[in-house]
């Protein structure tokens, strides 16, 4: 058997179970599926796919931009107290819409 080295990586644990259901589904092991990708790389002398920049719409980029504003305090969430309130808020909307 030849010698091995160790890598060790630091991932989200969902994103791992995630891979491990993926992988295990075609019988083979996260390790195994890191060695194909590290051999493919080797072969294509780079990434063995064309990375890309997701492209999202502009109503999903300005959710997202959003979402990032809250999380930073820049924009106070909406909050609401029930499912009634936050439909009437949706009608509201739809009728300046």
Same mark, same amino acid.
């Given at each position: 058997? @030849?010698?091995?080295?160790?890598?060790?990586?630091?991932?989200?644990?969902?994103?791992? +179970?995630?891979? $491990? %259901?993926?992988?295990?589904?075609?019988?083979?092991?996260?390790?195994?599926?890191?060695?194909?990708?590290?051999?493919?790389?080797?072969?294509?002398?780079?990434? @063995?796919?064309?990375?890309?920049?997701?492209?999202?719409?502009?109503?999903?980029?300005? +959710?997202?931009? $959003? %979402?990032?504003?809250?999380?930073?305090?820049?924009?106070?969430?909406?909050?609401?107290?029930?499912?009634?309130?936050?439909?009437?808020?949706?009608?509201?909307?739809?009728?300046?819409?």
């Amino acid at each position: 058997m @030849p010698k091995t080295a160790n890598i060790n990586l630091r991932i989200e644990p969902d994103i791992k +179970a995630q891979a $491990e %259901a993926v992988f295990s589904s075609l019988g083979i092991s996260v390790t195994d599926a890191i060695n194909v990708f590290l051999h493919a790389s080797i072969m294509e002398g780079g990434f @063995p796919f064309q990375p890309k920049q997701p492209r999202y719409n502009r109503e999903t980029v300005m +959710a997202m931009q $959003e %979402a990032r504003d809250i999380m930073a305090g820049k924009v106070k969430a909406k909050r609401y107290s029930s499912l009634n309130d936050i439909l009437a808020d949706m009608d509201a909307k739809d009728a300046h819409n």
